[in-house]
C-alpha cells in the first residue's frame, strides 16, 4: 500500500527500493558500483543510505541529520552525461510512485527534478 504521509521509515523503505533498481539499471548502476561496491550490506552502501535517508527527510521533513554537500561528490564520479540523470530521474520517479500516493510522490519528483538540474548546471552538462 502506498504511504499516505512521509516518515523517516518509509523514506528509508523509498532510498532502499531506489538504490534496489539503482543497482540493476546498466546506465546510473555502474557509477554506485566503481564507489560503494555492488552489495547493498557492505560497509560502504550502509552508511550511504542513512546518509541519503537523512538528506530526503532534511528535505521532507525538517530533519537536521544531514550535514553534508549533496553536490561534491558528484564532481568526482566520472563523466556523467544528461542521459545518466534522465535515467536517475526516471528509477527515482519510479521508486515513489511505488511508495507513496500520488500527491506526496509528487512533491519529492519535483524536488529531485529542481536538485538534478542545478547539479548538471554546476557540472556544465548541456
Ligand atoms: C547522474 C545521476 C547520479 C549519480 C550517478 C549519482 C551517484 C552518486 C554516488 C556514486 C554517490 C556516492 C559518492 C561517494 O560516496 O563518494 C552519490 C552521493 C550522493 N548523491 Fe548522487 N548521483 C546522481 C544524482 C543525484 C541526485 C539528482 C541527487 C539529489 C536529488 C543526489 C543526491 C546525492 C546525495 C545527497 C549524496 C550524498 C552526498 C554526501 O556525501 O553528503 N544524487 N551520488
Same mark, same amino acid.
Given at each position: 500500500? *502506498?504511504?499516505?504521509?512521509?516518515?523517516?521509515?518509509?523514506?528509508?523503505?523509498? #532510498?532502499?527500493?531506489? !538504490? #534496489?533498481? =539503482?543497482?540493476? &539499471?546498466? =546506465?546510473?548502476?555502474?557509477?554506485?558500483?566503481?564507489?560503494?561496491? &555492488? &552489495?547493498?550490506?557492505?560497509? %560502504?552502501?550502509?552508511? %550511504? @543510505? $542513512?546518509?541519503?535517508?537523512?538528506?530526503?527527510?532534511?528535505?521532507?521533513?525538517? $530533519?537536521? $541529520? !544531514?550535514?553534508?554537500?549533496? /553536490?561534491?561528490? %558528484?564532481? *568526482?564520479?566520472?563523466?556523467?552525461?544528461?542521459?545518466? /540523470?534522465?535515467?536517475?530521474?526516471?528509477?527515482?520517479?519510479?521508486?515513489? &510512485?511505488?511508495? !507513496?500516493?500520488?500527491?506526496?510522490?509528487? *512533491?519529492?519528483?519535483?524536488?529531485?527534478?529542481? =536538485?538534478?538540474?542545478?547539479?548538471?548546471?554546476? @557540472?556544465?552538462?548541456?
Amino acid at each position: 500500500m *502506498q504511504a499516505q504521509e512521509i516518515t523517516k521509515e518509509n523514506i528509508r523503505t523509498m #532510498v532502499n527500493t531506489f !538504490y #534496489v533498481k =539503482i543497482l540493476k &539499471d546498466e =546506465i546510473v548502476g555502474p557509477f554506485f558500483i566503481a564507489k560503494l561496491g &555492488d &552489495d547493498m550490506t557492505n560497509e %560502504h552502501w550502509v552508511p %550511504h @543510505l $542513512d546518509l541519503l535517508v537523512n538528506f530526503w527527510a532534511s528535505i521532507a521533513l525538517g $530533519d537536521s $541529520d !544531514y550535514r553534508g554537500n549533496p /553536490f561534491m561528490p %558528484h564532481t *568526482q564520479l566520472g563523466e556523467l552525461k544528461r542521459e545518466t /540523470f534522465e535515467q536517475w530521474l526516471t528509477l527515482f520517479s519510479e521508486t515513489l &510512485d511505488e511508495v !507513496y500516493i500520488p500527491s506526496i510522490a509528487a *512533491q519529492f519528483k519535483e524536488r529531485s527534478i529542481i =536538485i538534478a538540474g542545478n547539479f548538471m548546471r554546476n @557540472l556544465r552538462i548541456a
